[in-house]
């Protein structure tokens, strides 16, 4: 607006204001305040227009009329008793005139530019992942089958944190003879390799062959309170973001505020930006993301030089592959308590079960003890070797005509024949006379004898297998 123009505008606005009475003349000019106006749909502007006469003088006694060039942009209302002030409203986006008008030719147009009002700001709340993120971030998880003991095994899941390469925990692959994969889009990879693990850090990191692009973001390690979401598959359904909250970190691990159950091993934790903050393990336990970048590194070395390996090349490093001890007693109501010997065992291999039952686990040594009537009647080391039918041989010092027997040396022997491997543990008391004898002795498939049928009787029974750790 002009100098000029704002000055007739104030005079103009005094002069109603003060009451002065009219300036006698004819109107020669209009003139409209504002002159041009940028609008947004849905917003509403006061414009006032001034009439001239020949020599500058204003005319307050002129009357107006106001008209809109395109009421699809803007309309316009007048009050007849106040005809100089204009309400003009923004009703849709384009460019329009209005137009203020003393009688026929005398005329004046202010340009109003009307766009799109601003689309309102969603505050979420916290609990609520934004939409954009959680279909990025589900776009980028795959399944993760390993076949483990001849036993396919689900509920696992990993993310892409780069094209080709998927992280997930150790726990999610060990003891693994092969590994599928199903890609977020459906396509099926029935043995992939590994491009990188870390057994103490407990992350393993997949090589996938991929091209369609896409990856999760490695971000920072969670702080405590902090809402966070698990992109897993709870009961072994489809993959969903849930939302958690950190409660601590503690011994090196990340800790949410509850245990996911099945579907959760090998899931990203990510942040509400889908950075992934932790890969969890099981429970509500999940590793920190600042263990990632260095195996991705990693990973992506091996990759480049072609040096992967297959699952079981993974497991027998590691002496992970798994075998089992098959346990039966002739002691009615009798238990085995099994503890895990070697340190890198995990906690779950541990139970005590009524005889008779199946121990399925990873390689190395395993305590067993005999147990009826809160009493520990033996205790046994147990080895079941990867991909080997085991038989096992074992007795105690047994009274009978007063004499003791000293126990016999175990004996193992490889399987003659292939089929599952498995080794046969047989524990039991028998009556015989006035004393009692503790007999011990087993068979396998293929090995290398049967047992002598146990006299007196047994608890009979089914074999009950424990799940695979994990599983």
Request: proline share 6%.
């Amino acid at each position: 607006m002009t100098n000029s123009i704002k000055t007739r505008f104030v005079l103009t606005a005094l002069l109603c204001l003060a009451g002065v009475g009219p300036v006698m003349g004819q109107v020669s000019e209009i003139q409209i305040a504002p002159v041009n106006m940028t609008m947004t749909v849905g917003e509403e502007r006061t414009f006032l227009a001034t009439a001239y006469d020949a020599t500058g003088n204003p005319v307050l006694t002129a009357d107006f009329a106001w008209i809109s060039t395109d009421l699809q942009v803007v309309t316009v209302r007048f009050d007849p008793t106040s005809p100089q002030v204009a309400t003009v409203t923004a009703v849709g986006v384009g460019v329009a005139q209005i137009e203020a008008r003393s009688g026929i030719t005398i005329r004046s147009q202010s340009v109003i530019q009307v766009s799109a009002a601003p689309t309102p700001t969603v505050v979420l709340p916290d609990s609520v992942l934004p939409g954009a993120v959680t279909t990025s971030s589900l776009s980028q998880i795959a399944r993760i089958d390993p076949q483990i003991f001849g036993t396919a095994v689900s509920c696992r899941v990993g993310g892409f944190v780069e094209e080709d390469l998927l992280v997930t925990t150790y726990t999610a692959i060990r003891g693994a003879e092969s590994i599928g994969v199903t890609l977020p889009n459906g396509r099926r990879i029935n043995d992939a390799q590994v491009a990188a693990y870390d057994v103490d850090a407990n992350l393993a990191i997949i090589y996938v062959d991929r091209t369609d692009g896409g990856s999760l973001s490695v971000g920072n390690d969670g702080t405590s309170s902090q809402r966070v979401w698990s992109l897993a598959q709870p009961g072994c359904q489809q993959t969903v973001a849930t939302n958690l909250q950190i409660t601590a970190q503690r011994g090196g691990m990340t800790e949410v505020n509850r245990d996911l159950g099945q579907g959760q091993i090998g899931a990203p934790l990510i942040n509400r930006d889908g950075e992934v903050v932790g890969v969890f393990t099981e429970g509500n336990q999940a590793v920190p993301a600042s263990r990632i970048p260095g195996l991705i590194r990693e990973a992506r070395a091996l990759v480049t030089s072609q040096a992967l390996l297959s699952a079981e090349q993974v497991a027998s490093r590691e002496n992970h592959g798994y075998g089992s001890v098959a346990m039966r007693s002739d002691v009615l109501a009798a238990s085995a308590r099994v503890t895990p010997l070697e340190d890198w065992h995990w906690n779950e291999l541990a139970t005590e079960q009524r005889l008779p039952f199946t121990l399925t686990g990873p390689a190395g040594r395993y305590r067993v003890e005999l147990l009826a009537g809160g009493q520990v009647l033996n205790t046994v080391t147990v080895e079941p070797q990867a991909s080997t039918v085991t038989q096992t041989l074992l007795s105690r010092p047994v009274v009978a005509g007063g004499q003791t027997d000293r126990p016999s040396t175990p004996q193992i022997q490889s399987a003659g024949g292939g089929g599952f491997p498995v080794a046969v543990l047989l524990i039991g008391v028998v009556a015989a006379g006035g004393g009692a004898a503790l007999l011990l002795g087993g068979g396998g498939d293929g090995g290398g004898g049967t047992p002598p049928p146990a006299p007196g009787p047994t608890t009979g029974g089914i074999t009950i297998r424990i799940p695979i750790p994990g599983g």
